[in-house]
């Protein structure tokens, strides 16, 4: 195993990721005087949005630099 690769990640943590980031939104916009039932949608969108983006840039930077998810039974050429 090389000791610089980036550990692969499961799809679980990322769906984990997506709901932490709504949360997080939620919270923010109550915290910044939102009604409850305002910061539900907005939260889920925006939270979702968040994650499609980071989603995109790091597909984008992986095609860019060439990093593909092989995992570690492939030879590598």
Do not use: K
Request: charged share 15%; hydrophobic share 55%; net charge negative.
């Amino acid at each position: 195993m090389d000791s610089d690769a980036p550990l692969q990640r499961t799809p679980i943590e990322y769906y984990m990721f997506a709901a932490v980031l709504v949360v997080l939104n939620m919270v923010v916009l109550v915290a910044t005087g939102h009604s409850l039932l305002v910061a539900i949608p907005r939260g889920l969108f925006f939270g979702l949005f968040e994650a499609t983006m980071l989603l995109l840039i790091v597909a984008t930077l992986r095609l860019v630099l060439g990093r593909t998810g092989r995992s570690d039974d492939e030879p590598t050429e």
